[in-house]
């Protein structure tokens, strides 16, 4: 398994960013996505989930930490193998690393992080 980040950067407050996650390594699709983020002397922060297909039969498909409701979208292309994560009205406090993560039998899985900084 293989998570690889992209698409962080600097930002002006109330800006936008769109990250990317992509994957490999394994069959993408019945598999729940994550994005987390860090910032240092904290623990990791679960920002949002998107669930596998196998698992989608009510509709609510995602979920969101309510820092972020209403700001971000967590989507994904099951043909590319890629999970993202719109992120727009952005403020100085959601500035962190970014995370992709995945469980599969039982492990979790990470990729490298990418660094998002809101600023002016």
């Known amino acids: 398994v293989q998570l690889v980040e992209s698409g962080g950067g600097l930002v002006q407050p109330g800006g936008s960013l769109r990250l990317s996650c992509a994957a490999s390594?394994?069959?993408?699709?019945?598999?729940?996505m994550s994005w987390y983020r860090q910032v240092p002397g904290k623990e990791r922060e679960l920002v949002a989930t998107?669930?596998?297909?196998?698992?989608?039969?009510?509709?609510?498909?995602?979920h969101y930490a309510d820092s972020v409701k209403g700001r971000f979208t967590i989507s994904r292309d099951n043909a590319k193998n890629t999970v993202y994560l719109q992120m727009n009205s952005l403020k100085p406090e959601d500035t962190a690393v970014y995370y992709c993560q995945t469980k599969k039998d039982s492990y979790d899985y990470w990729g490298q992080g990418t660094q998002v900084t809101v600023s002016s």
């Open positions: 390594g394994f069959t993408f699709s019945p598999y729940a």
């Open positions: 998107i669930i596998g297909a196998a698992r989608v039969t009510t509709g609510v498909i995602t």
